[in-house]
Nanobody, 122 residues
Framework: QVQLVESGGGLVQAGGSLRLSCAAS????????MGWFRQAPEKEREFIGY??????YYVDSVKGRFTISRDNAKNTVYLQMNSLKPADTAVYYC?????????????????WGQGTQVTVSS
C-alpha cells in the first residue's frame, strides 16, 4: 500500500518561503511521477506541478517561484515555495502517478497524501 505523508506547512508572511516535503512508502519511489496540487477554500483542487525522471513542469501561476525536487534515496519529494502570496493560501497535496510520464489531471494520479495547510498573510 502506497502512503504519502506531507509536512512543512504553516503560516508565513507574504514574500516569505516554505518548503514542503512528501515522504512516500510502500512503493518503488523512483518509478513514480510525483505531483503537487493545492485546494483553497471553496475552490477546486488545482495542479501546481510535477516531476518525472526527465524534469519538471509547472503551472504558469507558480513558475519561477516554486521548485519541485526529489530525493529518491529518501523516497521524498519537495516543493520549495518562494515569494509567497496570499493567493497561495491553500491545503497542499502531493500525489503519485504510476505511469512514467506526467499529467496535470487529478484523476491521473493514483495515490494522495492527506494534505498540509499553507497560510500566507498579507
Amino acid at each position: 500500500q502506497v502512503q504519502l505523508v506531507e509536512s512543512g506547512g504553516g503560516l508565513v508572511q507574504a514574500g516569505g518561503s516554505l518548503r514542503l516535503s512528501c515522504a512516500a512508502s510502500g512503493c518503488t519511489f523512483s518509478n513514480y511521477v510525483m505531483g503537487w496540487f493545492r485546494q483553497a477554500p471553496e475552490k477546486e483542487r488545482e495542479f501546481i506541478g510535477y516531476i518525472t525522471r526527465l524534469g519538471t513542469y509547472y503551472v504558469d501561476s507558480v513558475k519561477g517561484r516554486f521548485t519541485i525536487s526529489r530525493d529518491n534515496a529518501k523516497n521524498t519529494v519537495y516543493l520549495q515555495m518562494n515569494s509567497l502570496k496570499p493567493a497561495d493560501t491553500a491545503v497542499y497535496y502531493c500525489a503519485a502517478r504510476s505511469l512514467n510520464y506526467g499529467s496535470t489531471r487529478r484523476n491521473d494520479y493514483d495515490y494522495w497524501g492527506q494534505g498540509t495547510q499553507v497560510t500566507v498573510s498579507s
